[in-house]
């Protein structure tokens, strides 16, 4: 079973940049697409970016695209959100989360939480305007 954990969070005025990392423990991480979703207070889960396990498909929401970039280092058993011009609307506890598929494209289909059994505790991320 996979475990994985957040760190890279912390306090950034709009307009700037953070780089957040989820590392996983286990042997088949490059068995499993990578998810980053995102919850602030009062809010429900929100759906930021997933990556296929090769790295070579990724979806982002709406939201995000163009700002945020999702990659992934099997090496490493690391994958990252790249997260620049960052906006007050972007604080949220950012988690990463893990879907044991070889499914190669990545859609709309992996948007949906219910498709990732493995969770991470999340990392706070706060854009101050």
């Known amino acids: 079973q996979l475990q994985v954990v957040e760190s890279g969070g912390g306090l950034v005025q709009a307009g700037g940049s953070l780089r957040l990392s989820c590392a996983a423990s286990?042997?088949?991480?490059?068995?499993?697409?990578m998810g980053w979703f995102r919850q602030a207070p009062g809010k429900e889960r929100e759906f930021v970016a997933v990556?296929?396990?090769?790295?070579?498909?990724?979806y982002y929401a709406d939201s995000v695209k163009g700002r945020f970039t999702i990659s992934r280092d099997n090496a490493k058993n690391t994958v990252y959100l790249q997260m620049n011009r960052l906006k007050p609307e972007d604080t949220a506890v950012y988690s990463c989360?893990?879907?044991?598929?070889?499914?190669?494209?990545?859609?709309?289909?992996?948007?949906?939480?219910?498709?990732?059994?493995?969770w991470g505790q999340g990392t706070q991320v706060t854009v101050s305007s």
């Open positions: 990556i296929s396990w090769s790295g070579g498909s990724t």
């Open positions: 286990g042997r088949t991480f490059s068995s499993y697409a």
């Open positions: 989360a893990a879907d044991r598929t070889r499914v190669q494209v990545m859609d709309v289909m992996f948007s949906y939480s219910y498709n990732y059994d493995t």
